[in-house]
C-alpha cells in the first residue's frame, strides 16, 4: 500500500517505520477516516 511504501522509505526517515509497533495501521486508520469523514471531523477525534 501507499503507507507501507511511504513509512519503509529508509532514505527519507533513516529507518523503515513499519517497524514501528501500531504505527502502520494507525496512519491507515487515520488516512481512512480523513477519506471518509473529511480532515476536520478526523482532527477533531484526535483534538
Known amino acids: 500500500t501507499f503507507v ?12 523503515d517505520l513499519n517497524k514501528v ?9 487515520y488516512l481512512d477516516d480523513i477519506k471518509a469523514n473529511g480532515m476536520r471531523a478526523a482532527l477533531c477525534k484526535i483534538s
Open 4 to 15: 507501507t511504501s511511504f513509512l519503509g522509505n529508509e532514505d527519507f526517515f533513516g529507518q
Open 21 to 29: 509497533p501500531g504505527l502502520t495501521d494507525a496512519v491507515v486508520a
